[in-house]
């Protein structure tokens, strides 16, 4: 029987109704496997991911498949989302194996959960020199069958392999000005000067470092820095990876160009991106960095935000086709629930699902919507060709560099139109499951956006989203849940980087509105990072002391997608610690900051959120506190807002009235003069207070 029915993971219930006998990722699963002496087939994935739903319908569905792998095999599914434990342990395994990894993961086990042979996706028929996936079933029962004890040594190795791999840990010195020149000179050699970003296809976002460059910008003056941060924002913002209709940016760029995306946007590379937009106009004043910064946080909220006040881990990249213009009622927002339906036909869609169906155009259908002389203008503003940018002679939206002049009104026009006619298709799957770390992020990139752009409507989204991680996502001892989905907390437990990012969204809340409850609530967070996940070297395991024991306990410095825990961790440690003054919270972030210092000079590109944070660290941070009568007196809001807006690396912001113990940085700050009164210290010194936003600007600049 398939045992998926009753999990809170979209992407696992999206499997609840295969022929395949699936059980959840379980003692009780593998205690099945010893029982009837059959190996495990790990399949790991995640709701948004295009090739798992096509891996699934091609041999998950198939009832002959099905029926093999119920007889010689015990199929564990797990979504890498709620499990990122399980994911890296194993995938760590496929790439060392085979060189390289993705998803769907495809691994098979001994029933003590020992890898021993692995791939990733496997097409139902041989394609390409990759063997279909009922011959490697085949291969894997014969070898299982008949040299069992070949298995058994090739799991032993694998795993004693693994044991014997660590990070690069560089003891606890901390990096310095030298190994953050090193990282910058490493990030010039590997930009792409003609398009931005960094390496070749596909290109991925590079939000953690662009972070980096920023910082260090801000520190040193290096323009260099500011130029490719700059320049690599203003590509992908013109490209096909931005949403040039809704807003929001895809997980990736199939080309180096940016042109044609895949399609599916997540959670955390929006969150990552808001933050990188909003800093690059905090930094520069951008038109186009305001204006995407915004459009981002607006997607999040109209189109993630769950009934709860949460956010939704992704959007799905495929989406039904359209119907013929005339051929059915409308489609659905993707902020309205829509999980995958196993391929059922939804409303307005043709029942078969395409990648990238919702958001690409022909010069036909700009036709349809604009009438001719409006679609020729569109199809030259938005670069949609006759012979297409994507598939099938259609094209993905951008913003080409042009020498032509359009007209405002009409361009606006024209968007509103697009954008109301692209509501009506079908729309693509929504992953509502709640993810810790995710929303921790999103937390922090919409409190500071709404504080900079005067939006109190995106700090309340925040609020609201911080508020959900405390009722649902923590306990009464401050243990976080990693995922929640429609208010009830899933079974997984958080890791690393779920305690460091919701740290880092209530530093962020604290900062903004100055309430001391937030700063409280990270405390308690990062207490548990001092307790349950540091080794004795100051270095940091993605997972606690006491949690479940896979076959490895993770530990991984380096960022992939998002931060990684380790390196989020140092940021919200250093950030707590300039808040509060804690030695023993500044100290472990110094201590786990020695990583970047062996590792940013090597490979900057996958260390950007631990350069960010030592940039943080050579400039103190900034310890900023702001006094006035009251926080909605209009000089008091001026000094506020100027101090959230300083680029000085990681500063610290505290607002309150005098004789406030709400915050530790207020206390026995007095008004001068009886005006609102800012303070500026770093490395215990400490400027003359000042009631003179210009003085205050100045003083954290950089």
């Given at each position: 029987?398939?045992?998926?029915?009753h999990e809170?993971?979209?992407?696992l219930?999206?499997?609840?109704?295969n022929?395949?006998?699936?059980w959840p990722?379980?003692?009780?699963?593998?205690?099945?496997a010893?029982?009837?002496?059959?190996?495990?087939?790990?399949?790991?994935?995640?709701?948004?991911?295009?090739?798992?739903?096509v891996?699934a319908?091609e041999?998950?569905?198939d009832?002959?498949?099905a029926?093999?792998?119920?007889e010689?095999?015990?199929?564990?599914?797990?979504d890498?989302?709620?499990?990122?434990?399980?994911?890296?342990?194993?995938?760590?395994?496929?790439?060392?194996?085979?060189?390289?990894?993705?998803?769907p993961?495809t691994?098979?086990?001994t029933?003590?959960?020992?890898?021993?042979?692995?791939g990733?996706?496997?097409?139902?028929?041989?394609?390409?020199?990759t063997?279909?996936?009922r011959?490697v079933?085949?291969?894997?029962?014969l070898?299982?069958?008949?040299?069992?004890d070949?298995?058994a040594?090739v799991?032993?190795?694998?795993?004693?392999?693994?044991?014997?791999?660590g990070p690069a840990?560089?003891?606890?010195?901390?990096?310095?000005?030298?190994?953050?020149a090193?990282?910058l000179?490493?990030?010039?050699?590997?930009?792409?000067?003609r398009?931005?970003?960094?390496?070749g296809a596909?290109k991925?976002?590079?939000s953690?470092?662009?972070?980096?460059?920023?910082?260090?910008h801000?520190?040193?003056?290096?323009?260099?820095?500011l130029?490719?941060?700059q320049?690599?924002?203003?590509?992908?913002?013109?490209?096909?990876?931005?949403?040039?209709?809704g807003?929001g940016f895809?997980?990736?760029?199939?080309?180096?160009?940016?042109?044609?995306?895949?399609?599916?946007k997540?959670?955390?590379?929006n969150?990552?991106?808001?933050r990188?937009?909003a800093h690059?106009?905090r930094?520069?004043?951008?038109e186009?960095a305001?204006?995407?910064?915004?459009e981002?946080?607006?997607?999040?909220v109209?189109?993630?935000?769950?009934?709860?006040?949460?956010?939704?881990?992704?959007?799905?990249?495929?989406?039904?086709?359209?119907?013929?213009?005339d051929?059915?009622?409308?489609?659905?927002?993707?902020?309205?629930?829509?999980?995958?339906?196993?391929?059922?036909?939804?409303?307005?869609?043709?029942?078969?699902?395409?990648?990238?169906?919702y958001?690409v155009?022909t010069p036909e259908?700009?036709?349809?919507?604009l009438g001719?002389?409006?679609?020729?203008?569109?199809?030259?503003?938005y670069?949609?060709t006759?012979?297409?940018?994507?598939?099938?002679?259609?094209?993905?939206?951008?913003?080409?560099?042009?020498?032509q002049v359009?007209?405002?009104?009409?361009t606006?026009?024209?968007?509103?139109?697009?954008?109301?006619?692209?509501?009506?298709?079908p729309?693509?799957?929504?992953?509502?499951?709640?993810v810790?770390?995710w929303n921790?992020?999103a937390?922090?990139?919409?409190?500071?956006t709404?504080?900079?752009?005067d939006r109190?409507?995106?700090?309340?989204a925040a609020?609201?989203a911080?508020?959900?991680l405390?009722?649902l996502?923590?306990?009464?001892?401050?243990?976080?849940?990693?995922?929640?989905m429609?208010?009830?907390?899933g079974p997984?437990?958080g890791?690393?980087?779920d305690?460091?990012?919701?740290?880092?969204?209530f530093?962020?809340?604290?900062?903004?509105?100055?309430?001391?409850?937030?700063l409280e609530?990270?405390?308690?967070l990062?207490?548990?990072?001092?307790?349950?996940f540091?080794?004795e070297?100051?270095?940091?395991y993605?997972?606690?002391?006491?949690?479940e024991?896979l076959?490895?306990?993770?530990?991984?410095?380096?960022?992939?997608?998002?931060p990684s825990?380790w390196?989020?961790?140092?940021?919200?440690l250093?950030?707590?610690?300039?808040q509060t003054?804690?030695?023993?919270?500044r100290?472990?972030?110094?201590r786990?900051l020695?990583?970047?210092?062996?590792?940013?000079a090597?490979?900057p590109r996958?260390?950007g959120?631990?350069?960010?944070?030592?940039?943080a660290?050579?400039?103190?941070?900034?310890?900023?506190?702001?006094v006035?009568p009251?926080l909605?007196?209009?000089?008091?809001?001026?000094?506020?807002?100027?101090a959230?807006?300083?680029?000085a690396p990681?500063?610290?912001?505290?607002?309150?009235?005098?004789?406030?113990e709400?915050?530790?940085?207020?206390?026995?700050?007095p008004l001068?003069?009886?005006?609102?009164t800012?303070?500026?210290?770093?490395n215990?010194t400490?400027?003359?207070?000042?009631?003179?936003?210009?003085?205050?600007?100045?003083?954290?600049?950089?």
């Amino acid at each position: 029987m398939n045992r998926l029915a009753h999990e809170t993971s979209p992407y696992l219930l999206q499997h609840a109704d295969n022929p395949v006998h699936w059980w959840p990722w379980s003692a009780a699963a593998f205690d099945e496997a010893r029982r009837r002496n059959v190996p495990v087939l790990l399949s790991v994935g995640y709701s948004s991911c295009h090739w798992c739903h096509v891996m699934a319908h091609e041999s998950f569905e198939d009832e002959a498949t099905a029926a093999y792998l119920n007889e010689h095999f015990v199929s564990v599914k797990v979504d890498r989302e709620e499990r990122p434990d399980v994911d890296a342990v194993y995938m760590e395994a496929v790439q060392a194996a085979t060189g390289q990894g993705g998803w769907p993961m495809t691994v098979f086990l001994t029933p003590d959960a020992e890898p021993f042979y692995f791939g990733t996706y496997f097409p139902p028929a041989p394609r390409h020199g990759t063997p279909s996936f009922r011959q490697v079933l085949e291969g894997v029962r014969l070898a299982w069958s008949e040299r069992r004890d070949e298995v058994a040594e090739v799991a032993g190795k694998i795993v004693r392999d693994l044991a014997g791999r660590g990070p690069a840990y560089g003891g606890t010195q901390v990096p310095g000005e030298q190994e953050l020149a090193q990282a910058l000179l490493g990030l010039t050699r590997e930009y792409d000067p003609r398009h931005g970003g960094f390496g070749g296809a596909p290109k991925f976002p590079p939000s953690m470092v662009l972070e980096f460059l920023l910082r260090h910008h801000a520190r040193t003056g290096a323009e260099g820095a500011l130029q490719m941060a700059q320049d690599t924002c203003e590509r992908m913002a013109r490209g096909g990876i931005y949403d040039q209709l809704g807003g929001g940016f895809a997980r990736y760029s199939v080309g180096r160009d940016w042109a044609v995306p895949h399609f599916e946007k997540m959670l955390y590379d929006n969150a990552l991106l808001c933050r990188v937009y909003a800093h690059l106009w905090r930094a520069t004043g951008s038109e186009l960095a305001r204006r995407v910064a915004l459009e981002t946080a607006d997607f999040m909220v109209r189109e993630l935000r769950t009934r709860e006040g949460g956010f939704a881990s992704a959007l799905d990249a495929d989406s039904e086709e359209e119907v013929p213009r005339d051929g059915g009622p409308p489609g659905r927002s993707p902020g309205e629930r829509l999980q995958k339906d196993g391929g059922g036909r939804r409303e307005g869609g043709t029942g078969r699902h395409v990648e990238g169906a919702y958001y690409v155009w022909t010069p036909e259908q700009l036709a349809e919507v604009l009438g001719a002389q409006d679609a020729e203008v569109a199809a030259r503003y938005y670069g949609v060709t006759e012979e297409g940018t994507f598939e099938h002679g259609s094209s993905v939206l951008q913003l080409p560099q042009s020498d032509q002049v359009f007209d405002a009104e009409k361009t606006a026009s024209i968007r509103r139109r697009l954008t109301a006619a692209r509501a009506r298709r079908p729309a693509p799957g929504r992953d509502d499951k709640v993810v810790a770390a995710w929303n921790g992020l999103a937390v922090a990139a919409l409190a500071e956006t709404g504080a900079y752009f005067d939006r109190p409507d995106l700090v309340d989204a925040a609020l609201g989203a911080a508020d959900l991680l405390v009722r649902l996502h923590m306990d009464e001892r401050a243990r976080l849940a990693r995922t929640s989905m429609d208010g009830q907390a899933g079974p997984s437990a958080g890791v690393l980087e779920d305690y460091a990012d919701v740290a880092e969204g209530f530093l962020a809340l604290a900062s903004v509105t100055g309430e001391g409850v937030w700063l409280e609530f990270a405390g308690f967070l990062l207490d548990h990072v001092l307790a349950r996940f540091t080794d004795e070297d100051g270095g940091l395991y993605d997972t606690a002391a006491d949690a479940e024991r896979l076959i490895r306990r993770p530990q991984d410095p380096t960022d992939n997608a998002t931060p990684s825990g380790w390196t989020a961790a140092a940021g919200a440690l250093l950030s707590y610690a300039a808040q509060t003054g804690s030695e023993p919270h500044r100290a472990a972030a110094e201590r786990a900051l020695g990583v970047v210092r062996t590792l940013g000079a090597r490979v900057p590109r996958f260390i950007g959120w631990g350069l960010a944070v030592a940039e943080a660290l050579l400039d103190g941070p900034r310890e900023v506190a702001v006094v006035g009568p009251a926080l909605d007196d209009p000089a008091t809001r001026t000094l506020h807002r100027t101090a959230l807006l300083g680029t000085a690396p990681g500063a610290v912001v505290a607002v309150g009235t005098p004789g406030s113990e709400e915050l530790p940085l207020l206390i026995d700050r007095p008004l001068v003069h009886g005006e609102p009164t800012a303070y500026v210290c770093r490395n215990f010194t400490c400027d003359a207070p000042t009631t003179d936003p210009e003085r205050l600007r100045t003083a954290l600049s950089g």
